[in-house]
């Protein structure tokens, strides 16, 4: 390679690809080794301050290769200590990424695609309509930024004793469908749970998928990492109407699916099954019961998520009532039930509210416009659209705390 061809992003790589690249460049497969820690425990980008690799190794990478973290456009930090971080990928769209710290864990929610396909009807990433896959140094830089920015790094030396990580479990319920990213969320998973890297508990990284069931399918080959569904519904033709792979994948498929990769796993874990809570739409009781008796062979945990409102859509957030209501009925039929609490309300915070800034390739977000622009001549005020300050996501739910 020479000097002006584009170098090579050493960031978003796994274990195994570090080192091929390295066998590649003829060098020992330790080297790897050396370089991950460096980059992923130490937060070190420049190969000069790796200072365990031989000098002419350093020159050698300085010329071929790089550690690039995506840029960080923006940070808020809210009064409850939650941070949210816009990252500006490479397709020039902005996606979003929050830590929810607790008394005893910090939680990462980590963004996969700049926009989505999917089009979930009670999603603001939908709306905005798709752009591109993070790669997967864009994935895992955010475990890294937020490394950097909370303290998580050790030292900048070897074999410096460990450093408290700040950030000790991760969510992919940021922006996107994890799954239609696969590859590099997969290398982006391994990482978060390398011991040479973030050594990542798998019961402390969990995957949400709106339920690809080819890709489910496809994930006890790659990973094993930990598993939320978002389910929405009890019968597929709700769920037809609010969350549209549903119609490709219907819900006996993706249990199926998901109880395979669960009892693919050599330990023994559930997974979580989500359930946006939207006022009218399927909050009665009589769909909690209906849940309760789909799920009844289905090991699993609830957490139920309130819908959190936003700009260009018509749903409203359910009474505590009726989320009491719904999670009594499932509690009383056996089910361990967490209800998402939202954190970080005044950095414009809550849970599916990920808007980013996302340069649509599918004219999804020029056709809710229109939508938009259509009701509010009916409806006066309605004519608000997405900005940042709609954004994202910070929500916690227990269901995580004993994982
Ligand atoms: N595509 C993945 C991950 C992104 S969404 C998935 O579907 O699981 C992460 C979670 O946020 C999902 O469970 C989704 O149901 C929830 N969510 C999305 N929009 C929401 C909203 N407006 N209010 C509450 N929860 C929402």
Redesign the pocket.
Known sequence: MNQTAEKTNLLGMSLPMLQAYFQSMGEKPFRAVQVMKWIHQRGVTEFTAMTDISHSLQQKLQLVAEVKPPKIVEEFLAADGCYKWIVEVASGSRVETVFIPEADRGTLCISSQAG?T?D?S????GKQGFNSNLTAAEIIGQLWWANHRLGGFAPPRPHAGKTTRAVSNVV???????LLNFDNVMASLSLMMEDNAYGLSKRRVTI???GVVPAIDRLKDFTDASL???L?APNDELRNQIVPVNRKYPIRELLRSVADYMASLPDKRVPVI?Y?LISGVNDHKHLAHELAALLREFPCKINL??????AQ?D?RRPSNNAVNNFRQILQEAGYTVTVRTTRGDDIGA?????VGEVADQTRRSERYRRAAADAQAVVPGSNRTFTSADNL?I?VDSAQRSI
């Open positions: 989505c999917l979930c009670f999603c603001a990433t992919m319920m940021g922006m996107g469908e994890p949400s998928t709106a939320a569904v978002s929405h989500e946006t998520i309130p819908f959190n409102p936003f859509s749903y809550a849970c599916g509210q990920l996501a929500s």
